[in-house]
């Protein structure tokens, strides 16, 4: 319960802090960022939830300074410019390292908050970034391979921890090629990686896991907007 409290009281810092206009980027880049970096194994999976749903906005106050999170979340065209060590440290820090990690956590719940935040940055870095900070990430998870397979019908924790990781693959990689379609700032990048989302999701339609192979039926309709676009 302290550290619930704890986790609270900090998340409740983090929000005095970026919710300010004229939030200090270096002040985030200095103090906010190592201090998620402590978070990240934390053993209480609610303080990691915690820390997942916090790194969207931090990213933004990290790396676009002077300008209201709620705003740029709801239009990110009006970003003009990037804080050189934050938008550093958001590609390294915040999106290989601890989204990459707390995407492959074990606690469901964790890996959604990290999912909406890995969407969210995605959409705010600059688009011909995107293949090279973002895409491995749930590259990484889609081919993911099981080492010791059961030998009977019954799965091993091995297979059913791949199997939601793969699942969790399929929707940041749909979320990606969804994003493409709609987003005009994304279309003109978005050809070089698309194709490549698009054929891997395909692999993954072949397997033998039902839940797998749902995930990429409900993805359908994103893949199907972002190759019609991809194409055009």
Known sequence: MQKLQHCR?????IRMHYSHRDC???ATQKVIVPCVSGLLNDAESVIR???AAQLLPIAVTCMIPNVEVEKVLEDPSIITSY??????LVKNSILQNSLAQLLSDSELEVRRAAADSFSGISLLIKPEDVREFCLPIPLRLANLKIKNPSAGSKRTEEEARIEELKITAINLLAEMAGAASEHDNLQKHAGSWVNEVIGIINNLAESTSFRV?????QAMPRLLSAAATNQS
């Open 83 to 88: 804080d050189k060590v934050g938008y550093q």
């Open 9 to 13: 009281g900090t998340c409740k810092y």
């Open 24 to 26: 200090s980027s270096v």
């Open 213 to 217: 192979r749902r995930a990429v039926a």
């Open 49 to 51: 939830q915690h820390v």
